[in-house]
Structures are given as C-alpha cells and as structure tokens.
C-alpha cells in the first residue's frame, strides 16, 4: 500500500503535458521592440478570421465571401497534411518557444497570409482596375507576417517561403475554381430555402458593389420620407 502511496505522490509531483496552440502562442525577447511588433504582426491570421470573416458572414452573408473563408480553411487543411507527410522539425529555438511538438514545413502562417493575399487581390483586380491600391494592401503584411515567423524562431527561411508558395498557388487555384466553377451555382445557393433563410446573397454580377449599395440605401432613404 505504501508502494502505490508513494507512486501517487510521484505522479502528482510531475507537472502535466502542456500543449500550446500555435496560431495565438506567440514569444518574443522581452526588451526587443522589434519582437514585439512581429510578434502582433504574426497574428495577422486571427485578426483575418475573427474580424475579417466573422464580421463578414454576419453582416455581409456574401458568397463570394463565404468560399473565400472555406478556401483559407481548405488551406488549412492541406497545411496539416503536408506537415505530417513531409515531418521536418522547426528550428531548435523552438524548445525556448514551446514550439517544438509540431513540425515546421510549411508555415501555415506563411501559407495562411499569402492564399490571402493573393485570393483578394484576384478578386479586387477582376472587379474594378482602380481598386489597385486594395490589391496592394495584403502584401506587405504577408512579407512582414513571413519575416516574423523567422525572426521569432518559429520557421526556418526554407519554411517561410514553402508555406508561401504553396498558399500563393493555391489562392490562385481557389479562386480559379470559385470563379470559374462554383459561380454557377450561387443563384441556385442564393434561391434556396437555406439561402433566403440566412440571407444569403451574390453580388459578384455587380461591378461596383459599393456604389450600387450606396445609391440603393439613398433612394430607400428618399423613398421613406416621401411615404
């Protein structure tokens, strides 16, 4: 009895296995300005998700939106994939950052940022030639988003630049198939009873979506106050 007392205590002695998740679990040296402004800059993707896509489908409910957002968690998904497939470790400052339980070929971070990226300046550039400077704005917070995973020690160069090639690519290969496939069925998403239930609506026919909602929100105006 005391053998089995005695294997408690030592058991309870030892601290558990913890595990951090990655995309929020973010380090960097205390003093270092530039660590910490990288360190805010790596968690770009959460902003993205939860300010970007969540806002987005519960004020927005855009199609165009919608598959944008399932494209990234595709990418996600297939970021896990090759990581497991391929298993290269990250680099050894990874134990200081409690980083090293998962692998590091490719960045998800890289990939992440870069399908971003390269998905909305598709889709700025199809709408409208002047919205040139909305195509731009994605990209230096990817190469800024790349240069952090780096600098903090969470990916090697090598690791970097795979997880932003392959969400480069793969942001053109979504937007192709969303732009060339899945469009013609979203007046049949649109029209269904889940689509009029949630609201759900294309405006990807619209070559100026803000234009069209402005003039559209003034004549409703004009039109209730001469009711």
């Known amino acids: 009895m005391s053998g089995g007392g005695d294997f408690q205590?030592?058991?309870?002695?030892?601290?558990?296995?913890?595990?951090?998740?990655?995309?929020?679990?973010?380090?960097?040296?205390?003093?270092?300005?530039?660590?910490?402004f990288l360190a805010w800059v790596s968690l770009v993707p959460v902003f993205i998700s939860l300010g970007g896509f969540v806002s987005h489908f519960l004020f927005r409910r855009e199609l165009q939106g919608i598959c944008f957002a399932a494209g990234l968690l595709v990418s996600?998904?297939?970021?896990?994939?090759?990581?497991?497939?391929?298993?290269?470790?990250?680099?050894?400052?990874?134990?200081?950052?409690?980083?090293c339980d998962?692998?590091?070929?490719?960045?998800?971070?890289?990939?992440?940022?870069?399908?971003?990226a390269t998905y909305l300046s598709?889709?700025?550039?199809?709408?409208?030639?002047?919205?040139?400077?909305?195509?731009?704005?994605?990209?230096?917070?990817?190469?800024?988003?790349?240069?952090?995973?780096?600098y903090l020690g969470y990916h090697t160069v090598a690791q970097v630049f795979a997880g932003a090639v392959v969400g480069l690519v793969f942001g053109a290969i979504w937007y192709w198939i969303v732009n060339t496939m899945l469009v013609d069925y979203f007046p049949m998403i649109e029209e269904s009873a889940i689509g009029r239930w949630l609201y759900i609506k294309d405006t990807s026919h619209i070559p100026d979506v803000l234009k069209f909602e402005y003039d559209n929100a003034r004549a409703a105006r004009k039109k209730v106050a001469t009711d």
């Open 9 to 36: 205590e030592m058991a309870a002695s030892v601290p558990p296995s913890l595990k951090a998740i990655t995309l929020t679990h973010v380090r960097y040296r205390r003093g270092d300005p530039l660590g910490l």
């Open 122 to 150: 598709l889709l700025s550039l199809r709408r409208s030639r002047a919205r040139r400077v909305i195509a731009a704005v994605p990209w230096p917070l990817a190469f800024l988003t790349m240069l952090s995973r780096v």
């Open 102 to 116: 998962s692998h590091g070929w490719p960045s998800s971070h890289s990939q992440y940022v870069f399908f971003f």
């Open 76 to 99: 996600q998904v297939l970021n896990e994939l090759i990581k497991h497939s391929v298993a290269q470790s990250r680099p050894a400052y990874c134990e200081l950052l409690e980083a």
